[in-house]
């Protein structure tokens, strides 16, 4: 197995799922097109720090969905930063 996703890359993904309503870590294992455990130790980070609150719960699956905090908007940015 290749080593965990970084928490940058967890974090855009939950970016790139925010229009539909949020992510989980099974969305962002499946938007990386890796295995969940890949990104478990990236969400679970983001879970701590506060950079992604719950959103609302998808009634279709009965699981909840998160979006980024305003840290969590913040550390992206940092992330994404040259350097």
Same mark, same amino acid.
């Given at each position: 197995?290749?080593?965990?996703?970084?928490?940058?890359?967890? #974090?855009?993904?939950?970016?790139?799922?925010? *229009?539909?309503? *949020? %992510?989980?870590?099974?969305?962002?294992?499946?938007? #990386?097109? /890796?295995?969940?455990?890949?990104? %478990?130790?990236?969400?679970?980070?983001? /879970?701590?720090?506060?950079?992604?609150?719950? %959103?609302?719960?998808?009634?279709?699956?009965?699981?909840?969905?998160?979006?980024?905090?305003?840290? *969590?908007?913040?550390? #992206?940015?940092?992330?994404?930063?040259?350097?």
């Amino acid at each position: 197995m290749r080593g965990a996703i970084p928490i940058g890359r967890v #974090l855009a993904a939950v970016e790139d799922r925010d *229009g539909s309503g *949020g %992510a989980n870590l099974r969305l962002v294992a499946w938007e #990386l097109s /890796v295995e969940e455990r890949r990104v %478990a130790d990236g969400w679970e980070q983001a /879970v701590n720090d506060g950079l992604v609150k719950v %959103a609302r719960r998808d009634p279709a699956n009965d699981e909840e969905l998160w979006r980024l905090t305003p840290g *969590g908007w913040s550390a #992206l940015a940092a992330a994404r930063e040259p350097g």
